[in-house]
């Protein structure tokens, strides 16, 4: 039994997408107390800007001719394809960055896809495997809100993990985490609560389903 997972805030202390994954992952870890977890925050340790351009182009070059950072670039790959494809389930802990995807998780994604086992169309090797995404936002785009449809991220998200990888997703997400950080959201304060509320208690039910699920293969 194992879980990856990987955070993608750029802030160690006081991320709210952080917090909300440590109460999926408590939920798991108290299913499975001793299992191994591996750990990636590519927030604080992005991949290299250049490392997707790197792989794609040796994905062209004969491998005796390619460059060293091209080979760094796939053996990159190669890593972050075997901590998926090693670990029974898959934990994401994501926030919403202006209004898009964050770029350390794009960047993460993009590197994958180069790797024969997860690109588009390959052999499934991710497919059923159990995996939940919490995301963040600042405001609050549900619908019927003035900002519905400004989360350009959790769409884009969900059709890597649920269809290109094929994963058995659940996605837990908290709105208006800004709300006493931003004066102009005071307002919401008791809309805010409500969220932050639900969202934890999403949060740890997605997290022992995890760890049934699992358990229960």
Known sequence: MSLFRLDASIRT???????????VEAEW????????ITRRHIGV????ATAWADAVAASMTPE???TPQ????????ATLADELIGADTLLFAVPLY??????????????LITDPRLAPGAPDALAGKPAVLVTVQGGNYAAGTPREGWDHATSWM??????????????????????????????FTDIADELRDLAE???ADSGRKLAARRAAA
């Open 201 to 203: 208690r999403n949060a």
């Open 98 to 111: 202006n209004f898009g995807v964050s770029q350390h998780f794009k960047a993460y994604v993009d590197l």
């Open 158 to 187: 969900r059709r890597i993990l649920e269809d290109v990888w094929k994963l058995d997703l659940e996605v837990v997400t908290r709105a208006f985490t800004l709300v006493g950080v931003n004066p102009v959201l005071d307002q």
């Open 29 to 36: 870890t108290a299913a499975h107390p001793n299992a191994a």
């Open 64 to 66: 005796a001719d390619r």
């Open 13 to 23: 202390e006081g991320s709210t997408s952080r917090a909300l994954g440590d109460v």
């Open 70 to 77: 091209q080979v760094a670039a796939v053996q990159l790959a």
């Open 45 to 48: 340790d992005p991949i290299p």
